[in-house]
């Protein structure tokens, strides 16, 4: 009997811390799941960042040209800026026509200027650049690591050679003519609420009327007094 009262006992004791630990994993369950989810969106915007290398051309086209070997793209790329091969890799390159306003001005106001329009095609190179793990995510180290890079591009011949395929079939061997560094960067959204309170002010008036009411008291004297 005292052997089963035992058994009893540690059942209920065993059931007991079951149900407490339970209890603890549902109350922190929803706040590590919040945690997760910032952790992951962290991680994406410190690994790495999209920019868009752009070059002037002499390549002539009535159209744009979508270049098809994008991984040796990026090898030239990390060559050319001395950047480590596995911190490069480029998601998109083509090539867009872009206009040219060339005015010449005349001697005399009366005439208006004239305005020469002429088009020609950049290349448009989408890279991403990965950040070092070195940095662990940290944004001034992420920084310095890309204006390296952006240095590099602008200290270096501004004039540089790409081997380019087409979808076309062709193969190009040109030289472009580096412009511009666009680095794409996410900017947070403040969102402001205004609440405007409208109050209506009720204004009660109470008119109190007075009715005067007289009272005739009429004292009777017997006679004889």
């Known amino acids: 009997m005292q052997w089963f009262l035992k058994i009893t006992l540690l059942c209920l ?12 994993i549902f109350t922190f369950l929803p706040r590590n799941e919040e945690t997760g989810a910032a ?3 962290f991680t994406d915007e410190a690994t790495s960042t999209i920019v868009n290398l752009n070059y002037d051309t002499d390549v002539t086209n009535n159209g ?6 994008l991984l040796g793209l990026a090898d030239q790329i990390a060559k050319t800026y001395s950047v480590s091969r596995n911190m490069v890799r480029v998601f998109s390159a083509r090539f867009i026509q872009s206009l040219i306003l060339t005015r010449k001005k005349r001697q005399s106001t009366s005439v208006a200027n004239n305005t020469n329009i002429r088009t020609k095609l950049q290349l448009v190179i989408e890279t991403q650049f990965i950040y070092p793990r070195s940095c662990g995510g940290v944004k001034i180290c992420n920084d310095r690591f890309i204006n390296s890079i952006r240095n590099t591009i602008e200290r270096i011949d501004s004039e540089v050679p790409f081997t380019v395929s087409l979808t ?7 030289n472009v003519v580096f412009q511009s560094f ?3 960067t996410s900017t947070p959204t403040t969102t402001t609420t205004t609440t405007t309170t409208d109050t209506t002010s009720t204004s009660a008036t109470t008119s109190t009327t007075t ?12 006679p004889g007094q």
Do not use: E
């Open 13 to 24: 004791f065993i059931l007991w811390i079951l149900g407490v630990l339970t209890s603890f």
């Open 39 to 41: 952790s992951i969106g």
């Open 64 to 69: 744009s040209l979508v270049v098809t070997n």
């Open 168 to 174: 076309n079939g062709n193969i190009l061997n040109i």
């Open 182 to 184: 666009d680095r794409t």
């Open 211 to 222: 009715t005067a009411t007289t009272t005739t008291t009429t004292t009777t004297i017997p």
